[in-house]
């Protein structure tokens, strides 16, 4: 007879993983009944579970297990029977004692969680051991992977592991659902996929992991039978569908690897395809089967797109490889110890939650990294919207932002402000003889000398082709006719070497001075407009300013600028 030497309770630390001291039958006829099956243990057709399996991997057989516990004390003492997983079909506990059941239990994802006595999202079985050997007889079926990582456990023990996994729990979806809301809100947003994907990429794996750890049956759906049966297999396709998408995404293939981002729509088609023929075939254990080698082939599929990414230079992927090896290398762990292909181990069997944490830790820095690129991209781009190219002055928009506050202040202060307009002379012949490339290298010289003779407070901008601009707040006009002369003396002495050319340069200066009458920035302009006029009539390389006499005047002098020069 194949039996086992009992366990002894006295012995036992207060938790112990007994299957190695199990006797198992496996029924492939999966309708041996109780009677037949205590009758094949007594003529010894239960074979020894020496390597202590507790996973048996996708199968329609049905697992018979005993175990023989001697109580060698004069009190009972109560003990239960904890199961590390939360989704068997059934579990039926017999209790004999003397060849007779003194006790039978029926549990399992096909009862409602509502109708368990023994209220843990694991499945467990209480029982209270007399003096003597008792031999508990256990059926195990299940349509989703056998795992039977059977505890003999205390009550006290349980309780002290739920308080520890609440605290683990609370934490991880503490952390999962403050990522997934910043990650919707980042998406709404800024109308970026990869933050969309993402979103949804958590939030399967949230769901998924509510579904399997027993959550979702004990608080969420207790009384629905069918939903616990389903939820986490479509939970675990959506893990990957979406998985796949943010990959995508996420590494840019369709910068980096063109070629197979022209072909997602093809391979999102054809995965929602498969998904959809499964699970209209009804098979239970076959989706169940498929969607874990999916999830084992998702860490192949992440670092073999993520090399190639990196291979075409996207800098990203330094965060996306060792994220996508412990998140998808998690799942893949957990998805081979579940398929009994590696022997069980709480640590290893839970490899999914303690990968996605570093997977979700990781990703959470990258995807800031890359909103600080993005932020940074934006800066740039707003600066170079305001910067002159080739000078790296304020451009003209720039410069009227720029100077309006200065401009309005100084109202308010009633404190007056002046205008330097400022124009290049004979720099058509400097082009015209010398080629652009020489214009530019004058124009980059000018800007660099106009550039040490400003204070901070001071606006030089490039107003457009040769001409520069300066407002000079809290300034009165014969302080900007020094600062001009200054400046243009500056230049007159100034040499500009090009292609073994010397050339000399020089340039005309218009100053104008707001007063109390002057409201609009436009006006002054316009005013140091005509005095640059009158510096260009004058012959040039001079500074000029106007005795401000009646609008009509002005406005006559300004439309003569363009026939005269």
Request: charged share 20%.
């Amino acid at each position: 007879m194949a039996t086992s030497k009992p366990l002894e309770l006295s012995t036992i630390s207060d938790e112990l993983l007994i299957n190695e001291q199990l006797n198992i039958l496996q029924d492939p006829s999966a309708n041996l009944s109780f009677e037949h099956a205590l009758d094949q243990y007594n003529t010894g057709k239960f074979t020894k579970n020496a390597n202590g399996k507790a996973s048996f991997g996708f199968t329609h057989d049905v697992i018979w297990a005993s175990v023989l516990i001697n109580n060698s004390s004069v009190k009972s003492i109560k003990k239960v029977l904890y199961l590390d997983s939360a989704w068997l079909d059934s579990a039926d506990f017999y209790f004999i004692r003397q060849n007779e059941v003194v006790e039978k239990a029926f549990i399992g994802d096909t009862i409602p969680f509502s109708a368990r006595k023994n209220p843990t999202r694991m499945l467990s079985q209480q029982y209270t051991f007399k003096t003597g050997t008792t031999q508990v007889l256990m059926r195990f079926e299940s349509k989703d992977p056998l795992l039977i990582p059977l505890f003999l456990s205390s009550e006290e023990v349980i309780q002290s592991n739920l308080i520890a996994s609440s605290y683990f729990y609370g934490f991880l979806y503490g952390a999962f659902f403050i990522l997934l809301v910043y990650n919707i809100a980042l998406s709404i947003s800024l109308k970026n996929s990869s933050y969309i994907y993402y979103s949804l990429y958590l939030l399967s794996f949230l769901s998924f992991n509510i579904a399997y750890t027993g959550h979702g049956f004990k608080f969420i759906w207790p009384s629905s039978v069918l939903v616990q049966q389903w939820a986490m297999i479509f939970f675990l396709y959506c893990y990957f569908i979406f998985g796949i998408a943010f990959c995508f995404e996420f590494l840019k293939l369709k910068l980096f690897l063109p070629k197979i981002y022209n072909v997602k729509k093809w391979i999102y088609a054809g995965l929602i395809a498969l998904a959809g023929t499964l699970f209209l075939s009804g098979e239970q254990l076959l989706i169940t089967k498929v969607a874990i080698i999916l999830t084992s082939f998702l860490v192949i599929i992440f670092l073999s797109l993520g090399f190639l990414a990196l291979k075409n230079g996207h800098e990203m992927v330094k965060f996306f490889i060792p994220a996508a090896f412990m998140g998808a290398g998690g799942a893949a762990i957990s998805a081979v110890t579940t398929w009994g292909y590696i022997p069980y181990n709480t640590l290893l069997f839970h490899s999914i939650e303690v990968g996605m944490l570093i997977e979700m830790s990781i990703l959470a820095l990258a995807l800031a990294f890359n909103l600080k690129e993005m932020d940074n991209a934006r800066i740039i781009a707003e600066v170079n919207a305001q910067v002159d190219y080739l000078t790296q002055l304020y451009n003209r928009r720039a410069f009227t932002d720029v100077t309006m506050p200065q401009w309005h202040l100084g109202i308010r202060e009633k404190k007056n402000s002046s205008l330097i307009l400022l124009d290049i002379d004979f720099f058509k012949k400097i082009n015209d003889d010398y080629g652009h490339a020489a214009g530019d290298e004058v124009l980059k010289g000018i800007a660099f000398t106009l550039k040490q003779k400003i204070r901070k407070s001071d606006v030089l901008a490039r107003w457009g082709g040769e001409e520069f601009i300066i407002f000079l707040p809290s300034t009165n006009k014969a302080a900007a006719i020094k600062l001009a002369n200054v400046m243009r003396k500056k230049i007159e002495k100034m040499l500009i070497l090009h292609d073994g050319n010397s050339l000399k340069i020089t340039a005309s200066f218009g100053v104008a001075e707001s007063n109390e009458r002057s409201n609009k920035l436009e006006d002054l302009i316009k005013l140091a407009d005509i005095a640059l006029y009158k510096a260009k009539n004058s012959g040039r390389n001079r500074v000029c300013d106007i005795q401000e006499t009646t609008e009509v005047k002005a406005g006559q002098e300004e439309n003569n600028i363009h026939s005269l020069r």
